[in-house]
């Protein structure tokens, strides 16, 4: 983006006011239950009893991965984050579709591998891969993922719902996703299913952007806030490894907060179900974390309960246009 | 594309042999009627009556437009070549979701445009713009489209079904499209439509690659062949200009068959409803022509029917993963 845009003038509107002013103007139909700004569309396709999730992902060289990045993990990763925003509506992912930008001098072995970690992670969520593209993208990898999936219509969990009081939840561990887990990560997708079906969280997002920035947009949606109490964030070992092994690296906090790739579910839950939820979540599944970090408040804004008192938190992830 | 790619070595195999590879590899399910191989993707998508119809397509700056491009006629063309892809199996297409790579220094007023572009064309054709996404491409543009259709069951027409006899037909005008037409073009939606219920179409497939190409992938499915008349082709003003006016340029004939981007229809039907077809389509659609240009026959191979006699056409369009 360039200093020009960021600035947000008239002439170049700074991508947030951009994507509003976009989403406005999108062309829709009586068919779109839930359109562009939840973590996907949702449609009703007429198929008896659910509706179906829409959702689109891109990644690109040198931003999401590296040259060297292992090319099945490119494909895990592409597939990975446009499963986990259908598992972050509780949904069932069906089809996906691909298009690759291919580099110059690129290598088909290299195009195999890929694909290889997208059918992988296809197969064990029972997706099929119904169609691909490639063009040619000369000094850079990128991939853009497409997936439809369904949701029994009266299991979907929107992002819109959170209200005062709830507790706020998340699964997995939180922050320092850069020394690996943004590559390797499982998407909730079971999980998700499973808490829509036992629990219904009243509202429902994944960690992509970082905890204080997606947890903002359940907030926003609900015109409320939240209170965290910075001792029961799972935080991953990794953030608070390169915090102590660099000045120069975030504070274990703010990147449990900030860091982003966390894919993860975070949801809100009225407190009454904690004691029950987290007995059987964890019977169910024994091995993925699952911790209630704090609650809903009817004040906006995001506080952290911190050993020495109690702190506003202003800033947020980055802003994407869905 | 390396030159060390296009040799088709063992280790880095041609594209076509590539695709193949990859197509027999994807990920699959019960649900999937056609996969990849077709111009979309066909899905029991649990709708009553209905298939789904599953297709993406990517565009790159500098090679499917240039940087001077109007970003209305980007847009246009990034979902019309989708939607194109939708007419060839005589759907309806119902939802679209856009990825767009931005580079370095790109303007919010272009990313608007492009919309605009995008918003009206979808508009048109009650589409329904279901999401976007934005990520960084430094160097240049590149949109990603996705959309899903629908076509009653009984009236999809694939790419399969040609049988010898048949006649090959075209609707529009074929070659010379660089000159404008490619940005331009409005999708047969409701030529195919149409088609379909009155005359449904033996095979169908739309012309992006240029007609010997992709009238080859229906003779392929049919293992069959063609007889074309070279005075039955509705060849582009354009591409006779641009051959009277440098030695360099194709000749209208091979501009016709090679050009591509063409956005038009191909399609099959028995010789028998010929002439009811040509009265009909003329006075259901009086500005968009239409054209018999020749025949199915059982002997493989492309034969055109010249002043001097039959010669055969070996030459192939590119060949895309899809």
Not at 79 to 97: C, V
Not at 282 to 304: D, N, Q, W, Y
Request: aromatic share 6%.
């Amino acid at each position: 983006m360039s200093d020009e845009t960021k600035k947000g003038t008239a002439k170049s509107p700074g991508e947030f006011e951009l994507i509003t002013r976009l989403k406005t103007k999108l062309q829709t139909n009586d068919s779109v239950i839930v359109g562009a700004g939840d973590d996907c569309a949702v449609i009703d396709a007429s198929v008896p009893g659910k509706w179906q999730l829409h959702k689109t992902d891109g990644m690109v060289e040198g931003v999401h991965f590296t040259r060297e990045t292992a090319p099945e993990k490119v494909g895990h990763k592409a597939l990975g984050r446009a499963l986990s925003d259908i598992a972050a509506m509780a949904g069932s992912p069906r089809w996906a579709m691909i298009t690759l930008g291919l580099p110059d001098g690129f290598d088909g072995e290299m195009v195999e591998a890929i694909y290889d970690g997208i059918n992988r992670l296809a197969k064990r969520h029972e997706v099929a891969v119904v169609g691909g593209e490639t063009v040619s993208n000369p000094e850079r990898l990128v991939i853009s993922v497409s997936v439809v999936g369904e949701v029994d219509r009266d299991r979907c969990v929107l992002r819109a719902g959170a209200k005062p009081g709830d507790g706020v939840w998340v699964t997995g561990e939180l922050g320092g996703s850069i020394a690996g887990h943004h590559l390797d990560f499982t998407p909730r997708l079971n999980e998700a299913l499973w808490l829509a079906e036992h629990f219904l969280p009243s509202a429902m997002i994944d960690l992509s952007d970082g905890l204080a920035g997606d947890l903002g947009h359940l907030l926003d949606q609900a015109n409320a806030g939240a209170e965290l109490l910075e001792t029961a964030l799972p935080i991953r070992r990794e953030a608070r490894l390169r915090a102590r092994e660099s000045d120069a690296a975030k504070p274990p906090l703010l990147a449990a907060l900030t860091d982003g790739e966390d894919y993860e579910l975070c949801f809100t839950l009225g407190q009454g179900y904690a004691v029950a939820l987290l007995d059987q979540f964890r019977k169910a599944f024994p091995e993925t974390p699952i911790s209630c970090i704090g609650k809903v408040v009817a004040e906006p804004g995001l506080k952290i309960q911190q050993k020495d008192g109690t702190k506003e938190f202003a800033t947020r992830g980055f802003v994407h246009f869905q």
